[in-house]
């Protein structure tokens, strides 16, 4: 994310810019087997930022995901979470993860609550991973809050998979992140489950929780994210508000997505790059 007028679009109302950003990320490259795929990032995500990464398939969206959650390193750059550098970062329980994937998988039969209370152990110490009752309220409270209470003793395999979606989501909740990255939340997702959805992350707004937010339906969202970045060929190519083109182009009606979003009459952004 560019520093400078774009990068302060995101100190609204609602974001805390006297804590320092929940990312940072200064000039930072990522490439496997030698190629590059991420080029000179530099985005910084203040607490209470709603964010959402667009881009086209494979311009480096998933992988500056994973850069963020440490899954990848850096080939360049540098990168810190809540103010501390990656490299000394201890604290992984800050960040909640909803992984690209539809379901749950098979495998081993779990219940909702068996699912969602794996949430939780990243919060335990590890002489004592068993859950308490206040434990034990926080995962009732991440189940009901993705509406899915009367499903908490289901098997997760029975639950559709927009429901699995959601308890996906309450598991990441149960570790009460402060911040909340989700790849592709709406993906195969039918319109009753992303009507719950987008409910269960207005609500997280409006307790402080930042979010991060890969997709290419940005639709069921577009009235809560308060800022896109989008990539394009590695690089941000545009950080700002998500104004009527970049929403219209990343509703897939643009002919060449890699290229950056023009701007439009009233739009007040930049185009970085
Ligand atoms: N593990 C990997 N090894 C080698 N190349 C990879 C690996 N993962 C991703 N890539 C390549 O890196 C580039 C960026 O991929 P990435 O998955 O980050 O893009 P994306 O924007 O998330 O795409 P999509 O929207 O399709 O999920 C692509 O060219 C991809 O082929």
């Known amino acids: 994310m560019s520093i400078g007028p774009a990068g302060s679009a995101s100190g609204t109302a609602h974001t805390d810019i006297t804590q320092p950003p929940v990312v940072r990320i200064r000039g ?44 990848v390193p850096l080939s360049s750059g540098s990168l810190e979470l809540f103010g501390t550098p990656i490299t000394r970062q201890r604290d ?29 152990l990243a919060r335990r110490p590890l002489l004592m991973p068993w859950l308490g009752s206040a434990d034990r309220g926080v995962v009732t409270d991440a189940i009901a809050t993705v509406g899915l209470a009367e499903k908490a003793h289901a098997q997760i395999s029975t639950l559709s998979g927009g429901q699995q979606r959601r308890a996906l989501i309450a598991r990441a909740l149960a570790g009460e992140p402060d911040l909340l990255v989700m790849d592709e939340p709406f993906a195969g997702v039918d319109v009753a489950n992303q009507e719950i959805l987008t409910r269960t992350l207005t609500k997280l707004t409006s307790t402080g929780v930042t979010l991060l937010i890969v997709t290419h339906e940005i639709g ?54």
């Open 28 to 71: 930072g490259a990522v490439a496997y087997a030698g190629q590059r795929v991420l080029s000179d990032v530099h985005l910084d995500v203040v607490p209470g930022d709603v964010v959402a990464l667009l881009g086209p398939n494979g311009s480096g969206k998933s992988t500056l995901v994973r850069a963020i959650l440490g899954l």
């Open 220 to 273: 069921p969202i577009a009235a809560l994210v308060r800022r896109t970045v989008v990539l394009g060929h590695g690089r941000v190519a545009y950080d700002g508000p998500p104004t009527p083109s970049v929403l219209r182009r990343f509703a897939g009606a643009d002919p060449d997505p890699h290229s950056p979003p023009a701007p439009e009459p009233g739009d007040s952004f930049g185009i970085v790059g």
């Open 92 to 120: 992984r329980a800050r960040i909640g993860y909803v992984p690209q994937r539809h379901t749950v998988g098979g495998g081993v039969p779990a219940t909702v609550e068996e699912i969602v209370a794996s949430g939780r």
